[in-house]
């Protein structure tokens, strides 16, 4: 059985993990902590959490709970922070999306669990998703050649539209302006919250190749601090990618797709792969069949279908999590993220950083 605690409840899919650990058969929630009390009644309820494994200071939950693995959603820039203050414990831990608030922190993050003998798993959601798979096993399998471009179009409504378990609830402009994701010091942004997912899914479609140099261009409401869209051109030795992140789609991609459709599309020398989240299928187009198909998505093992099955088999079984759940590739990801953040500032095309 492994014993696992959630700590800091800054981000909604907290609620999101805890439900997956709570019906995992080998799991059980031996502690959940936030320095607000109030952020947990919801967690408290869903899952008849005892009062004795709920804590509001990280050192008793961390030295009473003594768990396993710890799943941690704070705001973005406390990512490095948070892994550095439970790393020492000897534990697993699970951080949710994005990797770091700068590659500064990622790397922070990686000495922090160097030496424990643990892992680190970096969630993105969009991993889980079938159709995402599916592209990525036919890509290896060579069926369009050398990849040469992806394309990745990403977001949603806006993160205030959402709560755990995805139950809704309309923002306001004071809402945003109070709430961390729109704040510049803890990372917030939609750059920051989503060009994660297409520069390391990105990654991990390129086999590892990184992009030589960046340009990124936001922009964002009269009144925030932060961009709630941004696009993104990476430049590669063998040619030209494109991010972009968007809150304030007219709909939510896992409800309705809007427009355009939220994804990627993989172009190869022998063809394409137009893979949108969360459909049943994807579209391939190939020399063989230029008019192009519809291919049904693999369906996902049980045991690797979600982030809390995948990585307790993954310590169960003592391999490192990979692709993008890896902190190498999610590094790579995150290089990107931060030079595209730095051309928007400066306004100009920039080297990869670090």
Not at 29 to 58: L, W
Not at 65 to 85: F, I, M, N, R, S
Not at 228 to 237: I, K, P, Q
């Amino acid at each position: 059985m492994i014993r696992l605690a959630g700590i800091n409840f800054d981000h909604m899919h907290m609620g999101d993990l805890l439900r997956l650990a709570h019906n995992h058969p080998e799991v059980e929630i031996v502690g959940i902590c936030d320095a607000d009390p109030a952020r947990m009644v919801e967690a408290i309820e869903n899952f008849d959490i005892p009062d004795d494994k709920v804590f509001t200071d990280i050192e008793s939950c961390m030295e009473l709970a003594q768990p396993d693995l710890v799943l941690l959603c704070p705001a973005t820039g406390l990512h490095a922070e948070y892994v550095e203050k439970v790393a020492p414990y000897g534990v697993h831990v699970l951080v949710e999306k994005p990797f770091a608030g700068s590659l500064e922190d990622a790397d922070r993050m990686i000495a922090a669990m160097e030496g424990t003998g643990k892992f680190m798993m970096i969630n993105w959601p969009l991993r889980w998703v079938p159709g995402h798979v599916t592209a990525k096993r036919l890509l290896d399998e060579g069926l369009i050649g050398e990849l040469l471009e992806v394309h990745y179009y990403d977001g949603n409504r806006g993160p205030l539209w959402h709560g755990a378990d995805k139950i809704e609830q309309e923002p306001t402009l004071e809402r945003k302006q109070a709430s961390w994701f729109y704040k510049a010091e803890s990372a917030g942004g939609s750059l920051q919250d989503y060009l994660g997912y297409g520069s390391t899914l990105g990654t991990w479609y390129q086999g590892g190749r990184a992009p030589l140099e960046i340009c990124c261009m936001t922009a964002g409401r009269p009144g925030l601090e932060v961009d709630e869209h941004s696009v993104t051109v990476a430049r590669y030795a063998h040619g030209l990618s494109k991010f972009e992140t968007r809150w304030g789609t007219f709909t939510d991609p896992w409800t309705h797709q809007p427009s355009p459709k939220c994804g990627f599309v993989l172009s190869g020398s022998d063809g394409s792969i137009a893979s949108w989240d969360y459909d049943s299928h994807i579209r391939v187009q190939t020399r063989a069949n230029p008019a192009g198909e519809e291919i049904p998505v693999d369906e996902l093992a049980a045991e690797v279908g979600d982030a809390i099955s995948y990585f307790v088999d993954c310590i169960q079984k003592q391999r490192a999590p990979e692709g993008p759940l890896s902190p190498e590739i999610a590094r790579i990801g995150q290089q990107i993220v931060d030079t595209a953040a730095e051309s928007a500032r400066q306004g100009k095309t920039l080297p990869l950083k670090g």
